[in-house]
């Protein structure tokens, strides 16, 4: 049976394993609002999804080759992100990326911590992270360059969305 995470970078891919799980949930049922909604986003959502599982796939071989179990939030996370998904699927292309900006807002913070932390603790760990640091910027960048702005929905998904990831980011470093 793998042990528990034992270090704070253990933690970190932990977390970040969790996370990417939710991260494909979200897309995986964003896809499915988006039959009904909005095909046209469902090219781009299946791509991004692709990055999300690679990087899910990255941080399950960490954990893996070090026989750590994952984290308690694993299956929260996955669950929590479905169901983000398909509401905001289904209120369609604003929704969509507001979502996703929040998220990679909070990730992408946590990531250059975690960057500048691992590159002198944790060498494999510290790869792992590098490696998804650019997917991640990019769907960021995507999303910001897709929002309304100025629409209600918009902010207060911005917010709703980013204090959630912040407060599952922090309850799976516990």
């Given at each position: ?45 299946t791509?991004?999804q ?11 071989r ?5 026989d ?8 929260i996370?996955?669950?929590?992100g ?39 603790t944790?060498?494999l760990?510290?790869e ?17 360059n897709?929002l ?21 980011i ?5």
């Amino acid at each position: 049976m793998p042990r528990p995470a034992r270090t704070r970078a253990e933690k970190m891919i932990k977390v970040d394993h969790a996370g990417e799980n939710g991260a494909v949930n979200i897309y995986r049922a964003q896809r499915v609002g988006s039959q009904i909604r909005t095909r046209k986003l469902i090219p781009k959502l299946t791509e991004f999804q692709r990055h999300e599982e690679e990087h899910r796939r990255l941080f399950n071989r960490y954990l893996a080759t070090n026989d750590i179990r994952r984290c308690v939030s694993y299956h929260i996370c996955g669950v929590g992100g479905y169901t983000l998904g398909l509401v905001t699927g289904l209120i369609g292309p604003s929704a969509v990326a507001a979502t996703t900006f929040a998220v990679e807002k909070v990730v992408l913070e946590h990531l250059e911590e975690q960057i500048a932390y691992l590159a002198e603790t944790d060498r494999l760990a510290f790869e792992c992270v590098l490696g998804i640091f650019e997917d991640e910027m990019a769907h960021h960048d995507e999303a910001r360059n897709q929002l309304n702005h100025d629409a209600l929905i918009t902010v207060a998904l911005v917010f709703i969305v980013g204090a959630c990831t912040e407060m599952v980011i922090r309850f799976g470093m516990r």
